[in-house]
């Protein structure tokens, strides 16, 4: 019933108009004939008012009309022909008629005619474009708390974006890339991105940002959630001195890095307890040694855990002595966690190589000074061919008692 109507109200105006145009020339220059209505595209965000003007530059009194996509009379000059709350009037004259539509909907989109009813009828077309606003972004695939090594994935989406929407992902303030997803979900878009990552302690209380740009948005929308880690503990020991001397007070502090918390810190010495309660005193993860002495050399260990696990460290402690720290010009050469043995290998070889020495310039020296005596008494003894001439030889040889010589060897 209501498109007859529109049909003869469209009918009705138009030979209206052909018979005020006809009488018109009688009176008045033809300055509508040939001339087309003058309109322009608008853009507009859904849910706000979009304003559609139509105007002529000469008009003899002529109407101006507005259709919608569906080719329905919205206004007839002054008159409104759609029962429709959003549509109103904002000025119509000869010369203009200009129309709003309040809380545009993507179903508003689409080509708008308007048209002068001069003979024959003129029209312009304008286009509505309805932006759709993508809803605030949503984080989901977090997992309160996270262990260390496991893989996991954040999704970021959101709905309702005409155009798509383009999401941006953010670890702290350093832009990561993500893998995005675009669906279409009737006139608007779904858009969704998700990263994949494994875990480490390094991810613990590093916040991951989702970001939403759309042209229909001044500032861009903006999620944040704050990664929790899990972890087994890490610990190290630090001291307090590099070079421990005896009656000095000395401190092992235990550092370790866990999530949870680990709790308690186990002091041990030499794999049992700690022998001197008096002199060593635990305070929370703090180690002290009031008066140090040589009992005190050992192995210290710290051990700490969580539910995850346990972590230890260790630390050697060598005391040294005030009087052999005074015979060293560098004391660099002292080991920060006991003895330096290249040290103590380089001094026993040096007097190792010394005593040596001795010994080689000793021997030599004795063997100078004792010698073997050698005579010729028993010369030509040897050579005999029986023991007669052997003794008549050895007689023969006490005459020349004067020649006999000393030779050293």
Known sequence: ?????????????????????????????????????????????????????????????????WSNPAQQTL????????????????????????IRISDVSLADEGQYTCSLFTMPVKTTKAFLTVLGVPERPEITGFTSPALEGEVITLTCTTT???????IRWFRNDKEVQGSMEVMSTGKSFLVRSSLYFQVDRGDDGVAYTCMVEHVSLSNPYMTTEVLQVHYAPHV???????????GQYFKLECFSRGNPIPEPVLWSKDGGELPDMERMIVEGRELTITTLNK???GTY????????????????????????????????????????????????AVVVFITLCLIIVLGRYLARHKGTYLTHEAKGAEDAPDADTAIINAEGNHVHAEEKKEYFI
């Open 236 to 246: 190290e020991i630090r001291h307090s001195m590099s070079i421990p001397q005896e």
């Open 301 to 348: 260990r710290c051990e700490a855990s969580n539910h995850l696990g346990t972590s230890s460290a260790e630390y050697v402690l060598f005391v040294y002595d005030v009087s052999v720290l005074c015979l060293l010009s560098d004391p660099n050469a002292i080991g920060q966690h006991g003895p330096d043995h290249a040290l103590i290998g380089g001094v026993v």
């Open 75 to 98: 206004f007839f000059g002054d008159k409104k022909a759609l029962r429709d709350n959003r549509i109103e009037l904002v000025r119509a004259s000869w010369q203009e008629l200009t």
């Open 295 to 297: 009992t005190d050399n």
């Open 160 to 166: 309702g974006s005409k155009p798509a929407a383009n």
């Open 1 to 65: 019933m209501m498109m007859v109507q529109q049909r003869l109200l469209f009918i009705l105006s138009s030979l209206c108009a052909c018979i005020f145009g006809v009488e018109g020339t009688k009176s008045k220059p033809k300055g509508g004939q040939g001339q087309f209505p003058i309109t322009q595209n608008v853009t507009a965000l859904e849910g706000a008012a979009a304003n559609m003007t139509c105007r002529v530059d000469f008009n003899d009194n002529t109407s101006l009309q």
